[in-house]
């Protein structure tokens, strides 16, 4: 009941499920700057099960103004030791756990240790350390966040091969299949006379039984059009609107509020009918060793095949409707029992597939079929790049439009090679912005060397400001980065894909797919 009260708030975003997700993972911090303690401040909070941060520096007067959680007492003390004392007093169910080393070498020599984490954050890495994090990162499936500062600018980087989602929170819309009604609700619809002369019954016909009535009544006046035109949903709202009897019947304003947007045609969605169309999902092998994931995802591609509409399983829920008690109650029963034989169906499914693999019974649990089954219409995979993939690759025009936060991303990798620790002389600059433009197409090349102004000015910039932090942008940036972390921990909503540049001087953010 202490963790319920606590956790109120954020146990209505991502529910029970997800914060026992969110408290059986740990992360590790490499590098306790502004960025990286604001980061886990946001994830100390909510209850993330523990933290480990990787540094070897001691506080400095210059943390003082940066970094809330090291004070004046503590200047000389290790910083990865003070933080993690003052991030544990601000929840003391998070476990905080400090290594003073060289966070650099530590990411290269202690592989078993970094990657016993769920995620690994680092800030402020120059990019000689960083590819090679990122590799071993990438290699084992660890996902990665990259988050950087300097002076106002910020750029935040999400490396992870593979994230799969079936609560992306996305479509808030009821399933009601009302274009498709399955057997129980058309007989329930059917046993309604909507012609009835009593006013309180009349009054009392739920929307939905309405929505299908007037849905049926307009299709036997078209009786060979099959889809549903924007012009045919209003003239079925007007048929409802003309049944009107008296101001006082909300059913029938409910019914003709809503003809428009749930008169749709019910159909798998494209994004989930690629996802099934994935080798991941198609070819499941006992020696690959698939995930859950992809062993419940084979289940509901098998019950869409099997499906006479080529349907997904019926998520269950209807919403709040004007009708008496009694008849609400048996309607919302008709879509729970058919969601359940839904249910029955896929877990079947996955009860055949895991005979086939060769796998416990348990590797998909019970809860895990409900919440796919429930969540199916928003199923999605995001597939990441690897930073060295991105270092590698020629940027086109078509890919990034050459305006003011693409250079700054432009800068940013700059940033990453020198932070701030390198004299910047003029013939740093220029070599640096020759660089970067030699990874862009020759036409994105030619529009920045017609106005070399900008782009030198903005490298110049992140090359000064590389070890300079804001602590509102620190702040700023740390509450995304930590939204993020909780999105791919939790497997809910929808992560960065996969770059965010953060422009403190114009407060505009900018994403790239990179």
Known sequence: MDKTQRYDRQLRLWKAHGQARLEAARVCLLQATAVGSEVLKNLVLPGVGGFTIVDDQAVAPSDLGQNFFVTTQEVGQLRARVVTRHLKELNEDVQGQAVVEDPFTFAQTNAEALLAHSIVVATNFPCAHLLPLAALCWEHRIALVVANTAGFMGYIRVQVPEHTMFETHSNQSHDLRLDCPFPALHTFADSFNVDCQDSMAHGNIPSIVLLLHFLKRWRDKHPTQTALTYKDKKEIKSMIEQAVRNPNEENFEEAAQNAVQTLHKTETPDQVKRVFEHRSCKNLHASLNPAPFWILTRALADFVQEDPNGLLPLAGSIPDMKTDTQT??????????????????????????????????????????????????????????????????TLATDDLAVEDNFLWYLAFQTHTLYTGRDPVTSETVEHEVEQ????????????????????????HYTLNHGDTELHNLAAWVGGVVAQEVVKLITHQYVPLANTLVVNGVDSTTQSFSL
Request: hydrophobic share 35%.
């Open 328 to 393: 609400f109650v048996q309607l919302q029963a008709l879509y729970f029992e058919k969601a359940e034989e839904d249910v029955c169906k896929v877990r079947h499914h996955v009860s055949r597939l895991l005979t086939e693999l060769d796998l416990p019974p348990n590797t998909v649990p019970d809860d895990d079929i409900r919440l796919a089954c429930k969540n199916a219409v928003n199923l999605r995979v995001q597939w990441g790049t690897s930073i060295a993939s991105e270092r590698n690759k």
């Open 436 to 459: 970067l433009l030699g990874k862009l197409d020759n036409s994105t090349s030619q529009q920045l060397r017609a106005h070399p102004e900008p782009l030198s000015s903005r490298v």
